[in-house]
């Protein structure tokens, strides 16, 4: 990491000849060289190039001794921080929520967005989650101030082991002067955003061990309702399915989530190019060098962005996300599956894109009598509610004029994967949709199959907008 840090400070040097183009094959180029070669595979030759190159100025020296040495990519990032309230349980949660902040110009909205996360979960999900919050800022009285409100505030929270407060000190932070100006951005929003690069990637590297997933959260959020039940649910019903990061907010570094295996990487890669651009923007790069295409957001929103004033000078930021819902529990369970149709796909809108929460669909050329679109479980379940919507706002037409919605089970295989050998029929599509309540009391066996039948013909295409299954249990984790 060193040779790298070296590398990165000799290029500063060019900025005035730095371009996107440029830029995105630096960060294709050195994720993988850091992410997928060993430190000793580099030559001999280069590492003695690499080591004549300058550095920072000697007025930053103390800064860049520091930070050029903080990590290898092996594992966590070296760095001793301080705790300003709680410390870490020996066991982990199943979800720990990140939140880093600094001193505002104008309003703070902190506190507010900590006992929104609170307020809005159940006791039962309490237990499943700890809040770290990192405090940024290196004015100390600042600090000390806001560390007393919180102890004050969310005294249980703390002792519980629920609320942690910390501080990166600031000799490990790189120099913050002389940054390229990428983008025309003046110097001080360079400053800003490549500060805040870093204080993402220490709170990163601080959570790695605490739980399974990661969240990230800005400091002026409001959430919604009983959120992780809705986040449990979404991660549920995309076991099996690979992805680095799902989105349950449309707004910035909002809501965001990860597997705590893949924060080491993540803190290193923002690490890596905090001088480059924001954070946001980082991370569309890093999900898409670790194979995930496109972004996988959810609906409704669980978090609401409720600051008025921006952490940057203070400025206006009236920005809303107007898919939040605050009583969000009615998520669909949608328990793991396989999906099979006989209908012609659309280019990639395939079966998949039905089933899922994310602001997608399936489309298929017109469908004839006895076409089908089968749902069959990874294992048997009971379902308490079925509600599918068929066509779009912008293409009402394309709905499933004539169908019906069956129940199967005795699963059995054939050559075209697995399928049910018996259905019962539960209803009839009315203007190209069904809902069925109550489910589980009018069926009798546990679920293996949800299928939809095509029982006359049609020339408009077809779009299956969603498929929402209710269980009548909480998912298996």
């Not at 100025?57 to 921080?81: A, C, K, M």
């Not at 009983?226 to 707004?251: A, P, Q």
């Not at 990639?348 to 039905?354: H, Q, V």
């Not at 293996?448 to 209710?470: D, F, G, M, N, P």
Request: proline share 3%; charged share 25%; net charge neutral.
């Amino acid at each position: 990491m060193r040779l790298v840090w070296k590398s990165l400070d000799k290029m500063r040097c060019l900025r005035k000849r730095s371009t996107i183009p440029f830029l995105g094959f630096l960060i294709t180029f050195l994720l993988f060289l850091n992410l997928y070669i060993e430190d000793g595979y580099v030559l001999e030759g280069d590492k003695r190039q690499l080591r004549e190159t300058s550095v920072h100025p000697s007025s930053s020296e103390r800064y860049v001794h520091t930070f050029r040495d903080l990590s290898n990519f092996s594992g966590s990032i070296n760095v001793t921080y301080r705790y300003l309230a709680g410390t870490p349980l020996n066991r982990k949660k199943y979800l720990t929520i990140g939140l880093s902040s600094v001193k505002r110009k104008r309003g703070n909205y902190l506190l507010e967005t900590i006992k929104s996360i609170f307020d809005q979960s159940s006791y039962e999900e309490l237990k499943e989650i700890v809040v770290v919050v990192h405090l940024a800022d290196f004015d100390m009285a600042w600090c000390e101030n806001l560390v007393q409100e919180i102890t004050r505030k969310f005294a249980h929270h703390i002792i519980a082991g629920r609320l942690l407060v910390i501080q990166a000190p600031e000799e490990y932070y790189p120099s913050l002067d002389g940054l390229k100006r990428n983008y025309n951005d003046p110097e001080d929003r360079v400053r800003f955003r490549s500060k805040q690069n870093v204080d993402y990637a220490f709170l990163l590297n601080f959570c790695t061990n605490l739980s399974h997933f990661y969240m990230m959260l800005e400091d002026d959020v409001r959430c919604s309702r009983n959120f992780l039940t809705g986040l449990k649910k979404v991660i549920t019903s995309r076991e099996g399915s690979y992805w680095v990061m799902l989105e349950f907010s449309k707004l910035g570094y909002i809501g965001k989530l990860y597997h705590s295996r893949d924060l080491p990487r993540l803190a290193h890669f923002l690490l890596m190019f905090y001088q480059e651009m924001p954070c946001d923007w980082l991370l569309i790069h890093f999900r898409g060098l670790l194979a995930q295409k496109d972004v996988i957001r959810f609906k409704p929103s669980l978090f609401q962005h409720m600051g008025y004033y921006s952490s940057y000078k203070g400025a206006e930021n009236k920005l809303k996300d107007d898919d939040f819902e605050e009583d969000s529990i009615d998520i669909p369970d949608n328990p793991p599956a396989s999906l099979y149709t006989n209908i012609n796909v659309f280019e990639n809108y395939d079966a998949t894109k039905a089933y899922s929460t994310v602001d997608e669909y399936f489309w298929g050329k017109p469908p004839s009598t006895g076409d089908f679109f089968v749902i069959v479980f990874n294992k048997s379940t009971k379902i308490s509610k079925i509600k599918i919507v068929t066509g779009s706002d912008d293409r009402q037409n394309d709905i499933l004029h004539h169908g019906a919605l069956e129940v199967g089970e005795k699963l059995v295989g054939t050559k075209k994967g697995k399928q049910c050998s018996s259905y019962i029929t539960l209803g009839e599509f009315k203007n190209g949709n069904i809902e069925v309540q109550d489910v589980d009391h009018k069926i009798a066996f546990d679920i293996e199959c949800v299928r939809i039948v095509v029982t006359a013909s049609q020339k408009e295409w077809l779009i299956i907008r969603s498929i929402s299954l209710w269980t009548t249990q909480p998912p298996s984790q």
